[in-house]
């Protein structure tokens, strides 16, 4: 009988979402290793990347040697401020430490849009301007233009943490419209789970979100991986 996956997976410390809905969103009997990767109570920003990025690399280096069968870096702002090339680096990066595959979820967001066809998106954050304009500019880079956009703008970590599903519904309908392909939800803090089924429904189109994203590569990788 095949094993049950066993997934690493790593967040921000002050993540209290993530875990949860990945495993939600992965076959029965997985098991997910949370390690939290040290934080401020500011949101991430380019100037402070690089230092979380080493204690992301320190963290890593437990993994090594552990039965793990993959690492999902969950934190998207920290995938994404570096822009493609620094994203693909942090997880070539992380893959040579933990000596498993490694996926971001900037990476799960660009594929999972690419998946379902999506050009032209419809983009709901939690994030203040300067990190908004960095996600832009990486859907951009990678070939996705932004052609709506709303932000829950929070300020800090605390600020993020109080965030409810139901605030992230209202504003997804409020930015949702007729000439987008598919709305995505970005942030693996925001709660999503439970909207998602019903505002794809509701837009007839797909709805995504950072969690869902990395769960969906998840499987595609350890599936490709245990059929090789």
């Given at each position: 009988m095949t094993h049950p996956w066993h997934v690493a997976l790593m967040v921000p410390i002050n993540n209290t979402t993530m875990e949860g809905e990945l495993l939600a969103g992965l076959p029965s009997g997985t098991r997910v290793t949370t390690l939290k990767i040290p934080r401020g109570q500011?949101?991430?920003t380019q100037e402070t990347i690089p230092a979380y990025k080493k204690q992301a690399l320190e963290l890593a280096a437990t993994l090594a040697g552990q039965p793990i069968d993959m690492l999902a870096y969950g934190?998207?702002?920290?995938?994404?401020?570096?822009?493609?090339?620094?994203?693909?680096?942090?997880a070539r990066d992380l893959a040579q430490v933990v000596g498993k595959p490694v996926i971001t979820t900037a990476q799960a967001m660009v594929l999972a849009l690419q998946a379902v066809r999506a050009n032209r998106i419809a983009l709901v954050t939690p994030y203040q301007d300067l990190?908004?304009?960095q996600l832009k500019l990486f859907l951009t880079e990678s070939g996705v233009d932004v052609a709506a956009f709303n932000?829950?703008?929070?300020?800090?970590v605390d600020e993020l943490g109080k965030i409810t599903s139901d605030e992230v519904a209202r504003m997804a309908r409020a930015t949702m419209h007729e000439g987008c392909d598919a709305l995505f939800?970005?942030?693996s803090q925001l709660p999503t789970f439970d909207i998602l089924g019903e505002l794809g429904a509701e837009f007839s189109r797909p709805v995504l979100s950072s969690i869902q994203a990395t769960a969906w590569r998840v499987r595609q990788?350890?599936?490709?991986?245990?059929?090789?």
């Open positions: 500011g949101l991430l934190c998207t702002a920290a995938s994404f401020l570096s822009g493609p090339a620094g994203d693909a680096e942090l990190v908004n304009d932000s829950l703008y929070a300020a800090n939800i970005a942030c990788v350890l599936t490709l991986q245990r059929n090789s």
